[in-house]
């Protein structure tokens, strides 16, 4: 046995070498002629990468599949770290960006309520907003101005865009203020497209109807609505907002104030109707005719008329 087992090892050793020495010498000619600089050797070397890489793909498959598994697995690992440092940072900027939209909003509404055009005449009072009504069925906000500030009741509201609604209560610090969208309210206005005159009713929507048109047919979509000065209450010229037509073809005035948002108001003070208490010549003197009969000759004469009324009752 131990005879047998020495022979097999001693036949296998040579066969061993050779197969080593015939792979090293292909290796080192296949190197050689990889290396030679020739057309002839160049077609030859297409014609092996031809005949023997495609065939060889199923022995490249798991080794390209391991390549690019680990690619992928840090990549992800990369996007993940990624992933967590830009939700850190994406909170941080949503705290900043609510912070800033506050301001930004605060800021406009402050703009807008020191560059709006209104009569030259006509001074203000800023307040803020303090709370509205909170009741479906009145329409109002309380400001924190009031008597203090001079405010009297009437007085109209605006933002920084257009009409809110007017003072209908003062308090000595504190005022209320009813929207034109309140149902109490009633607003002389004017559509500047068709030069109509319509009253601008609320009826607790964000939309009000406008009412008592004179040519409906003549307005237009989108025309602008101001306050026309009829009444004495509103000053004319005041922005309302824009003419709309709803479902049921009702015209409406889209407003331009943002009443959903209301955090300043300007409380405009409206001059005083000026009262007339002494018309001068402006009306005839009135003259009552004289329905009485002339006197006779006996009461020009100087008689009593109460005696010649006995007189004439005895004869």
């Known amino acids: 046995m131990a005879r047998d087992r020495n022979a097999q090892d001693d036949f296998i050793s040579p066969v061993r070498r050779l197969l080593i020495g015939l792979l090293v010498l292909c290796m080192f000619g296949l190197f050689v002629v990889w290396r030679i600089d020739s057309p002839r050797v160049e077609r030859i070397r297409a014609a092996i990468i031809d005949a023997v890489v495609p065939n060889f793909d199923w022995a490249m498959a798991p080794v390209t599949g391991v390549v690019n598994l680990v690619s992928d697995f840090r990549s992800y690992q990369r996007i993940y770290e990624q992933n967590l440092e830009l939700r850190r940072e994406l909170q941080i900027m949503k705290a900043w960006r609510e912070a800033a939209m506050r301001l930004d909003q605060e800021n406009a509404k402050l703009r807008d309520l020191n560059n709006l ?3 030259p005449q006509l001074t203000y009072v800023t307040g803020v907003v303090l709370a509205d009504s909170g009741s479906p069925f009145r329409q109002s906000v309380l400001l924190n101005v009031g008597a203090r500030d001079g405010v009297l009741d009437g007085w109209p509201t605006m933002d920084g865009m257009g009409l809110v609604g007017r003072i209908a ?116 003197p009135l003259q009552m005719p004289d329905f009485a009969a002339p006197p006779d000759d006996e009461t020009a004469a100087g008689e009593d008329p109460a005696d010649a009324t006995a007189g004439a009752t005895d004869g």
Do not use: C, W, Y
Request: negative net charge.
């Open 117 to 119: 055009a209104l009569d």
């Open 169 to 284: 209560g003062v308090g000595g610090d504190t005022s209320r203020v009813m929207l034109v969208t309140d149902t109490s309210s009633r607003i002389p206005v004017i559509l500047e497209g068709s030069g109509q005159r319509a009253i601008l009713a609320g009826d607790n929507t964000i939309n009000p109807p406008l009412d008592f048109i004179e040519v409906p047919d003549r307005v237009k979509l989108a025309d602008r609505i101001v306050t026309s000065g009829d009444g004495g209450v509103f000053p004319g010229g005041l922005l309302v907002g824009h003419v709309v037509e709803d479902s049921n073809g009702r015209l409406r005035a889209r407003l331009a104030a943002d009443l959903g948002r209301l955090e300043f108001l300007r409380v405009l003070r409206s001059q005083a109707i000026e009262r007339i208490s002494d018309p001068g010549t402006l009306l005839a």
